[in-house]
């Protein structure tokens, strides 16, 4: 199945890109969509513990499913206002 | 509740939160100026980025916290994203309620909820480099950090 990876902020800058298409498999997921960018972009894994995630602009857990089309964001410590 | 690259405008803001009802006794705002010096760096610009449709959901839920604390006060708020100068607002905060206190409470919790939970970032522009600031993990069902915001808002 197919996802898009959205990155933001200093994690879009380590990746170079904010959006990214990868091909997962089934089932998946916020986890294993992680594990496998990780692996594959090392440099993005100082923020295991420090990020957010989301699933189609919802925030969730890791442990929540993913599934085909949907889109996954990784989200480091936010410093809005 | 808005995010958007436009300046920032109080009055209009304000004219919107008081709108349609003369039950209001005060009204309490706050703006977030870029500041020209920040952890002993000269600031030469910010850069915010938001994850826009997520930071739109986190104000709907902050202004619904808002509505259940405190029931009277109603609140708006403005928060800019892309290039801000010096001295530009980079977020407005308008909170009307019959009594003051619940006004300047609905104000302070909302910019405190905001700097917990909403995907904004800033990237500082120095003289010297740039930096992507980072303060606080999101998590809405943090209910420690909701209290803790609560706590400050209520002096």
Known sequence: MRVTVR????LRDLAGTGELQREVPAPATVSSVWQALADEMPALRAYEHTMSVAVNADYCRMTTPVHDGDDVAFLPPVSGG | MAVSAAPLDLAELTAAVT??????GAVTSFAGLV???NQGRRVSYLDYEAYEPLAVRALERICAEVRTA???ARVGVHHR???LELGEASIVIVAAAP???DAFAACRYVIERVKQI???WKHE?????????????ADPDDEAARLAAHRIACG
């Open chain 2, 125 to 137: 522009h120095f003289e010297g480099g740039d930096v992507w600031l980072e303060g606080n993990t």
């Open chain 2, 70 to 72: 405190w029931p009277a």
């Open chain 1, 7 to 10: 990155l933001f902020a200093r």
């Open chain 2, 81 to 83: 994203i892309g290039r």
């Open chain 2, 35 to 37: 500041r020209q010096e």
């Open chain 2, 118 to 120: 909403v995907p904004i």
């Open chain 2, 19 to 24: 709108a349609d009802t003369t039950a209001d």
């Open chain 2, 99 to 101: 009594h003051r206190a």
